[in-house]
């Protein structure tokens, strides 16, 4: 039987973010992370999973239950 393969810690979107060791550092660019974050983003974009449209009307629900009496409220209703 193969042993099981853990599970990468590393995100390709971030370089930048993977675990160091204290022995050896990257440095990272300003660069390389914009780029980076463009890329996650373009990801986050194009996600048509419906996950989102699912769970918006959960929490936003939840953030004005939070609210403390006479405190304006969040979503006025439009664009939301």
């Known amino acids: 039987m193969e042993p099981r393969s853990q599970p990468s ?4 979107a971030f370089p930048g973010a993977e675990p160091q060791s204290r022995s050896r550092k990257r440095t990272v660019s ?3 992370r ?4 463009q890329q ?3 990801t986050w974009l194009a996600d048509d999973s419906g996950y ?3 769970t918006w ?3 936003k629900r939840a953030l004005e ?3 403390a009496p006479g405190q304006r409220r969040l979503f ?3 664009g939301d």
């Open 65 to 67: 239950e939070d609210r």
């Open 76 to 78: 006025d209703g439009q």
């Open 34 to 37: 914009n780029r980076a974050a």
């Open 57 to 59: 009307p959960v929490l």
């Open 9 to 12: 810690s590393r995100n390709p």
């Open 40 to 42: 996650l983003l373009r």
């Open 30 to 32: 300003p660069l390389e």
């Open 52 to 54: 989102d449209e699912e």
